[in-house]
């Protein structure tokens, strides 16, 4: 019992120090449920290759096969917060009262 406590409180601590790095996109459409979140990454990419060579945003995503707006709209209106919202760890004010 000991070990298995002090090894998951390790484990928390390091998830609590160290920022994710991976993104919270919506996995579906929320208009049509196409399976859009494993294109974001993708799409950045495209976007980004080479700074003057970079595809504008429409090219990028017509190259992802995304055809309709309201996916379109999912992939490229993404902002990632995740990091804004790490500033608000419910867990941390519990243990400061």
């Given at each position: 019992?000991?070990g298995k406590t002090s090894g998951r409180r ?62 379109r709209r999912m992939v490229m209106t993404h ?5 804004k919202l790490l500033n608000y760890n419910s ?7």
């Open positions: 019992g000991r390790k484990r928390q601590r390091q998830q609590r120090e160290s920022p994710p790095t991976e993104m919270i996109i919506p996995v579906r459409c929320f208009t049509c449920g196409k399976v859009v979140g494993n294109l974001y990454k993708k799409f950045i990419a495209l976007k980004n290759a080479g700074q003057e060579e970079g595809y504008e945003e429409g090219e990028a995503l017509n190259m992802l096969g995304l055809k309709r707006y309201c996916c902002v990632d917060l995740i990091i867990l941390e004010r519990k243990s400061s009262i």
